[in-house]
């Protein structure tokens, strides 16, 4: 690059500088003027490894291979890339074992077995293609940059070819139609207390999206930290790109062609959920904030009271001495362990919340800890980094400084000691009262690769609850934590839960929280919720009991609700509405096996939790605006009501046969139906062949010892495989395969029913049977063979047309014969 520079400067001679044709002192002839850079023509590849670099002379582009499937492009502009460092991706496995370099007169051709990439010699445009030659995405200019004179470094564009009818879905948290065509996003974690719909950014940068071209479905992941753009055809409908304010033109070309393939393969860059506790995924009552003790205590002693089961209560700010971190108030609670150990006596978990301000006090062993060590932010002119949040004055900590990290999870020990058993982490955006967030020239470690805040501020609240993430995990030894985080960057997955932060109370707000999840889901971050009801404003007794049947079908169930508001929980509107909140909270534990199941198929294979319409059947066009319909895990379809006063919808079933959840009664899919569903119910749809294991109603999970589980088996006419996950629940006994993973086969005709069992791994739950309940059986059985033994029955259909059989809980195969 110097070498560069100096061959731009003009050369003048003595004589002229004597002859006085020049007195520039500061000659600026031949350094090109500041503007939009393109590249030019490929003069030449190299290979290294799975790398092939390209260059025009001056700027180099990496191509590499990932995968069969994965193809990251990356671009330099003066032909020097900068060190490959990732929060996202901490580790970049390749894994391609076959692929190669070709060359035409027009192309060169980078190929695995499933993708070519191909870089255009004339004018260096990139595209991808499947292994049949169709171009699935391509440059629609050459990647272009300019250079950034404030701060060093370049603004990078991308610009690729758009398509008619081209969907776009992804980007995390925004809160707006699902498909994105004809608009524009930018990544920049805010602090959106009261959001409105369409408003961004919010608090998230998921800097990923599914393209999904006619019947092809692709991924992007533009993996850059600093403020980025998304353009969906808004500029013009023929024209997708995306670009940053710093850092490298960097992302991922991600191979479909479903749009399932390419969620799981993003999974492989950055990671999906640990294990959650069991007892996260039960219902958890939140507010800003129960104090003192005594009203905790009465909350608890409401749910049980109520039998309105609950697993978590919160504890919000004012818990603490002064909003400082790590204390607690004394007034309020004068024993904090005492009653976090008679709460947890009583089937509640007890959750706290922490922000990253730490408050500037003398006093205060976290500031001084903090100061001693320089662990906290600093300005361009080592100023510290100060602004005002609850606490008043605050300092910062670091998180991008592993050591920063390190210390701050050590912090938790107090908590942990406490009985605390997970960490709701706030305000990480960073927030900062009248400024929003904290200037650019804030300076940090970035783990070891120095930026200023520009780079690392979507980093930041990731990198907070990772250090949350990984101290619990030390303290609790071999205990699952829960962390919850309101701002994340792409892989935030691997450490927390998200929810959404600071909506409202609107039906307007219901619908975008559906939105919201099934978008976070697709964007990586499956174990997301709302908050049930709305922060701000006052929900009445329908919206927050329809906020509740959505809740059932959010991986992360809390009710929340801002300090102003008035006091709301399930019970919080009269009897009718308790009745139905009750109806659908114990709904969330009976399926609560099947949710864990989901979750570990989420785990384990990165299948998304909640899966749009699009996403099932991605070749019929008109699912692509669909976006009220979606399965929880792989059986289970809702389309919650989402609108005062509605009691019936339109709802669009899959292809295939689906039974209603209610009354067993079947639908053809493949076409709109009509769901009848009164406040007490909601449209809910189970997939034929489906078994969905149920446990009995607890008040919190872990309450009763499980004797027998049940199981709702569905007739089908055609081979179904349906999973069921059990494992100790809170440990992390799974990593070492101390868990079952139970595989059931269904299939049936007019005359019978065949269900097949196999099952994998090393956990052996307690009980010994399983009661099953037969749905949809086009014909009365008469005889049932277990493992080839013959049982002695006498069957009868129940009021909803069921029929129960036992059977051990290790059968292989069951035939249910007319
Ligand atoms: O400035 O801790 O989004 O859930 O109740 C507000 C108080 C700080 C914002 C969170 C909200 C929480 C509130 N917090």
């Not at 904290?438 to 990731?462: C, I, L, T, W």
């Not at 997955?493 to 929810?499: E, F, G, I, K």
């Not at 999973?723 to 440990?731: M, Q, S, V």
């Not at 059986?777 to 259909?797: A, C, H, S, Y």
Request: proline share 5%.
């Amino acid at each position: 690059m110097e070498e560069k520079e100096k061959q731009s400067l003009p050369e003048i001679s003595i004589e002229q500088l004597e002859e006085g044709v020049q007195h520039v002192n500061n000659p600026i002839i031949g350094l090109k003027p500041i503007e939009k850079r393109y590249l030019q023509s490929v003069k030449e590849c190299k290979q290294v490894n799975n790398s092939f670099y390209f260059t025009d002379g001056e700027s180099t582009v990496e191509v590499m291979v990932v995968s069969d499937e994965i193809i990251r492009v990356r671009m330099a502009p003066q032909g020097t890339f900068l060190e490959d460092f990732s929060y996202a991706v901490p580790k970049l496995v390749n894994s391609a074992t076959v692929f190669s370099l070709s060359e035409t007169e027009e192309d060169y051709r980078v190929e695995t077995n499933t993708v070519s990439c191909i870089i255009n010699k004339k004018h260096f445009l990139v595209s991808f293609a499947d292994n049949q030659q169709n171009i699935i995405n391509e440059d629609l200019s050459a990647m272009h940059w300019e250079e950034n004179v404030d701060f060093g470094g370049y603004y990078v564009y991308c610009t690729k070819k758009g398509h008619p009818g081209e969907g776009y879905f992804g980007l995390g948290d925004k809160p707006t139609t699902f498909n994105m065509r004809g608009k524009r996003f930018q990544n920049w974690n805010t602090d959106t207390y009261s959001f409105a719909k369409d408003q961004d950014p919010l608090y998230r940068s998921i800097p990923f999206y599914i393209g999904l071209k006619e019947t092809t479905a692709y991924g992007i992941f533009f993996d850059n930290s600093y403020r980025t753009y998304f353009d969906f055809g808004q500029e013009d409908q023929d024209k997708t790109s995306f670009w940053a304010e710093g850092g490298e033109l960097l992302y991922y070309y991600i191979h479909g062609p479903h749009m399932m393939d390419v969620v799981k393969r993003y999974h492989t860059l950055t990671g999906t959920h640990p294990m959650p506790p069991q007892w996260a995924l039960g219902y958890q009552q939140c507010r800003w904030s129960y104090y003192p003790e005594s009203k905790v205590r009465k909350l608890g002693k409401t749910f049980r009271d109520k039998k309105i089961p609950c697993d978590a209560l919160y504890l919000d700010i004012d818990y603490m001495d002064g909003y400082r971190c790590f204390t607690w108030n004394k007034k309020y609670f004068p024993d904090p362990k005492k009653m976090v150990k008679e709460l947890a006596d009583d089937g509640f978990k007890t959750v706290v919340i922490i922000d990253p301000g730490i408050k500037v006090d003398e006093n205060y062993w976290v500031y001084k800890e903090g100061k001693e060590n320089k662990y906290f932010c600093r300005r361009s002119d080592d100023y510290f980094m100060e602004g005002h949040v609850w606490p008043g004055r605050c300092q910062f900590p670091d998180f991008t400084n592993p050591e920063v990290r390190e210390w701050w999870g050590g912090l938790f020990k107090g908590l942990v000691d406490t009985g605390v058993a997970g960490i709701w982490n706030d305000m990480n955006e960073p927030a900062v009262f009248g400024s929003g967030t904290f200037p650019d020239d804030v300076r940090h470690q970035y783990d070891g690769h120095r930026g200023s805040h520009r780079k690392a501020h979507n980093v930041y609240g990731m990198q907070m609850v990772r250090a949350t993430y990984d101290g619990l995990k030390k303290l609790y030894k071999n205990k699952r934590p829960l962390t919850i985080t309101r701002a994340g960057y792409a892989g935030v997955q691997r450490y927390s839960s998200v929810w959404t932060g600071d909506n409202l109370a609107s039906w307007e707000h219901l619908k975008l929280a559906l939105l919201q999840c099934v978008r976070l889901s697709v964007s990586g971050v499956s174990f997301c919720g709302t908050d049930i009801g709305g922060f701000t404003g006052e929900p009445d007794g329908e919206l927050f009991s329809r906020w509740i049947q959505l809740g059932v079908f959010s991986p992360f169930m809390r009710a929340h609700s801002a300090g102003d508001t008035r006091e709301r929980e399930p019970w919080s509107y009269g009897e009718e509405f308790e009745a139905i909140n009750r109806k659908f909270i114990e709904l969330r534990y009976k399926l609560m096996p099947y949710f864990y199941s989901a979750f570990w198929e989420h785990h384990k294979y990165g299948f998304p939790i909640l899966r749009p319409v699009v996403m099932l059947e991605q070749d019929k066009i008109e699912n692509r605006t669909r976006e009220e319909e979606f399965t929880f895990g792989d059986k289970i379809l809702i389309s919650p009501i989402l609108n005062p006063g509605q009691t019936s919808k339109t709802v669009y079933l899959p292809e295939g046969k689906w039974f209603d959840y209610w009354t067993h009664e079947s639908y053809e899919g493949g076409r709109e139906h009509t769901a009848h569903a009164e406040l007490d119910s909601m449209p809910i749809f189970v997939r034929a062949g489906s078994v969905i294991p149920e446990w009995p109603v607890m008040q919190y999970v872990g309450e009763k010892d499980l004797e027998e589980i049940k199981f709702q088996v569905y007739h089908s006419p055609y081979e179904v495989n349906s999973f069921y996950y059990e494992d100790h629940g809170d440990t992390f006994a799974y990593e070492q395969d101390i868990y079952t993973e139970k595989k059931f086969v269904v299939k049936g005709d007019d005359q019978s029913l065949n269900i097949r069992q196999s099952s994998e791994g090393l956990y052996t739950p307690r009980y010994e049977t399983y009661d099953l309940k037969l749905i949809g059986l086009p014909f009365l059985p008469k005889r049932i063979i277990i493992d080839g033994k013959e049982q002695i029955v006498d069957l009868e259909f129940d009021a909803l047309k069921r029929v129960r059989i036992q059977a051990n809980k290790n059968f292989k195969e069951i035939q249910v014969l007319s």
